[in-house]
């Protein structure tokens, strides 16, 4: 079954870190671009960070640079997403999208061929 599967969300204390797993099953990554997006409760989808294939560029929306932190390992077949400093505000669920040969367009893809289901991450105290 070809999909993306995301791992790794949970309930954390402000300022504190999760890393976000996106693993594809049935095809590889290796090809494909890989965005990050979230959206949190009665808000439009977000897109946070979107990373290339081939040179593995990054990009992250303004709202969350600095405490993003995007990667690749295409041996795993994962795109992970490092968040630090977490805020209450970054509560959301975090979904990761796929398109093979796709351009990053700042922090979103401009061709998706899989999404995932999404992981939830709520920041409170």
């Known amino acids: 079954q070809l999909q993306l599967v995301e791992s790794g969300g949970g309930l954390v204390q402000p300022g504190g870190s999760l890393r976000l797993s996106c693993a594809a099953s049935?095809?590889?990554?290796?090809?494909?671009?890989v965005a990050w997006v979230r959206q949190a409760p009665g808000k439009e989808r977000e897109g946070v960070s979107c990373?290339?294939?081939?040179?593995?560029?990054?990009y992250y929306a303004d709202s969350i640079k600095g405490r993003f932190t995007i990667s690749r390992d295409n041996a795993k077949n994962t795109v992970y997403l490092q968040i630090d400093s977490l805020k209450p505000e970054d509560t959301a669920v975090y979904s990761c999208a796929a398109g093979v040969g796709a351009a990053c367009h700042g922090s979103r893809l401009n061709t998706i061929n899989f999404w995932g289901r999404g992981t939830q991450v709520t920041v409170s105290s």
């Open positions: 990373i290339k294939n081939g040179d593995s560029s990054t």
């Open positions: 049935g095809f590889s990554l290796r090809n494909y671009a």
